[in-house]
């Protein structure tokens, strides 16, 4: 049987960054992956037929990895800072928030909420949240610290508005306007299925989509999410570590040894340590134990369009409102009513969702022939738990897209049908990923893109937050605490849990 110093369970981004630390540091590591090609949900793809385009098809986006791992690794990688974070349709107008132009996102507030008070509310509080993402993002890689010193780190009134408190409340007091308060809450549901009035869960999602690398921006990865995942196996190989794709694990035992299967048929090797970058749900069926599933919701739509729709507001350039996050549907009575629908099982009437075009930032993931021609479109839907998917998957799915486009079409000037393009053999170019197609497709149990409820950044208890009931088995991937999203914390913390043990 052969022997490694560490084997990594599953591929995808986080359990290449623990690979790359690893090796770099002299250990004999094997990363064992079941697909073809490694980087789990970071991946790019040619979604339609003989249309010569690279879409990021499941993450989309980059905040939460930290650009020391991307130093330590030498990743090359680039990542565009978006010029508009984003704009939000209301009525024949809408809210534009411009990276580079205070006056000009201060004369939208102005425009749409019809004073100054909630632009002067939304500096103070992004103001709040700037610092601590300052003060925050540095933990993330290292040992959790005890919650009484984040409170002291972050200060009374940001533990209050972010920890303390659900985090609707902080904003219904802060904020007047229904538009504005939506756009804040829209971070607190990314993935989760939550009451952002009641439920604390909802203030974690939101904690993680605002402190990435200390400034909490999104960036675009140039060339598709792929590039990242690309970026990280070279690194993992160039430092010296093993990766076998095809090799599907079927169990993973306490004392190290891991059994896979792959094209030869079924073989066992042995490490030191385990590091396991899979939902907890397929750890425990790898261990042969019962298995808690939770629940994704969310529903993935992308696009290739061969125009930009018009918008309803003349005044602003769709390339400019396409380019960051595109709003849709998600005022905070929209958000309460989708919510209160999906509660009950029904796909919400008119489902908030959030479009980007990442072609307008990096038109390199278009083929040469398309440049010009046409416009990739990711469209993100909230409040789409996995349960409104069991009975029936196809008509669901059909009835989330009719629902979504419905949605869409009611914010912009004419229907986001007519902008489709058309692949060779006659289909238009869209793809839906339900939760419930997430965990047939991607392996992920409930469709949950975190893995399982996201934790907060500290622990009374210290250590890592990689740790299992096992010794010689650790968690490398989202589940670690504070490993949510394509981050690459949780393959930096369980590396370093070895290195410095």
């Not at 040619?46 to 330590?72: C, E, H, M, N, T």
């Not at 939000?88 to 534009?96: A, C, S």
């Not at 993402?133 to 984040?150: D, F, M, N, W, Y």
């Not at 042995?270 to 939770?294: E, I, K, S």
Request: aromatic residues 6%.
């Amino acid at each position: 049987m052969s022997a490694y110093d560490v084997i990594v369970a599953g591929g995808g981004h986080n359990g290449l960054v623990a690979a790359a630390y690893l090796a770099q540091a002299g250990r004999r590591v094997l990363v064992l992956e079941r697909h073809e090609h490694v980087g789990g949900l970071a991946i790019s793809a040619q979604a339609f037929p003989g249309v010569d385009v690279r879409l990021s098809r499941y993450s989309y986006l980059v905040s939460l990895l930290p650009s020391k791992i991307a130093r330590d690794l030498g990743l090359d990688l680039e990542l565009r800072r978006r010029r508009y974070a984003s704009y939000t349709p209301k009525g024949d107008t809408g809210l534009l928030v411009d990276n580079e132009d205070d006056l000009r996102t201060a004369a939208s507030f102005r425009h749409v909420t019809g004073g100054e008070s909630d632009h002067e509310a939304w500096r103070r509080f992004y103001g709040m949240v700037a610092e601590v993402a300052r003060v925050l993002a540095p933990t993330l890689l290292e040992p959790l610290r005890p919650q009484a010193e984040i409170e002291r780190m972050v200060g009374p009134e940001a533990w209050r508005d972010l920890f303390g408190r659900p985090i609707g409340e902080s904003v219904a007091e802060r904020f007047a306007d229904d538009t504005v308060r939506g756009v804040v809450l829209t971070d607190a549901l990314i993935g989760t299925f939550a009451d952002p009035d009641t439920d604390l869960l909802a203030n974690r999602c939101f904690l993680y989509h605002v402190i990435g690398d200390g400034t909490g921006e999104w960036n675009v990865p140039v060339g598709g999410m792929g590039a990242v995942s690309g970026a990280l196996e070279a690194a993992a190989r160039r430092a010296g570590a093993e990766i076998r794709t095809g090799a599907e694990i079927v169990g993973i035992d306490p004392s190290g040894e891991v059994t896979f299967r792959d094209g030869a048929g079924e073989h066992a090797v042995r490490g030191g340590h385990v590091l396991v970058n899979l939902p907890p749900a397929v750890l425990d069926r790898l261990m042969g134990r019962p298995a808690t599933v939770p629940e994704g919701a969310q529903l993935k739509v992308n696009m290739v369009l061969t125009r930009l729709p018009r918008l309803k507001d003349a005044t602003v350039d769709p390339g400019a409102a396409f380019s960051g996050t595109f709003h849709i549907n998600e005022g905070r009575d929209q958000l309460a009513r989708a919510y209160e629908q999906a509660a009950r099982g029904e796909i919400p009437e008119l489902p908030p969702a959030e479009v980007y075009c990442h072609s307008l930032t990096d038109p390199s993931i278009l083929g040469p022939g398309l440049r010009g021609r046409a416009e990739t479109m990711t469209l993100f839907g909230l409040h789409m738990p996995a349960r409104l998917f069991r009975k029936n998957p196809e008509k669901a799915r059909k009835m989330a897209l009719d629902a979504t486009f419905a949605s869409i079409n009611a914010v912009l000037a004419e229907p986001i049908e007519d902008c489709l393009l058309t692949a060779p053999d006659g289909t238009l170019c869209v793809e839906v990923k339900t939760p419930v197609d997430l965990e047939t497709d991607a392996g992920l149990p409930g469709g949950h893109i975190f893995h399982t409820d996201l934790s907060w950044p500290y622990a009374e208890s210290g250590g890592w937050g990689v740790d299992t009931e096992h010794e010689r088995i650790l968690l490398c991937g989202a589940a670690a605490r504070r490993g949510g999203g394509v981050s690459g914390i949780g393959g930096h913390n369980a590396a370093m849990a070895l290195l410095t043990a």
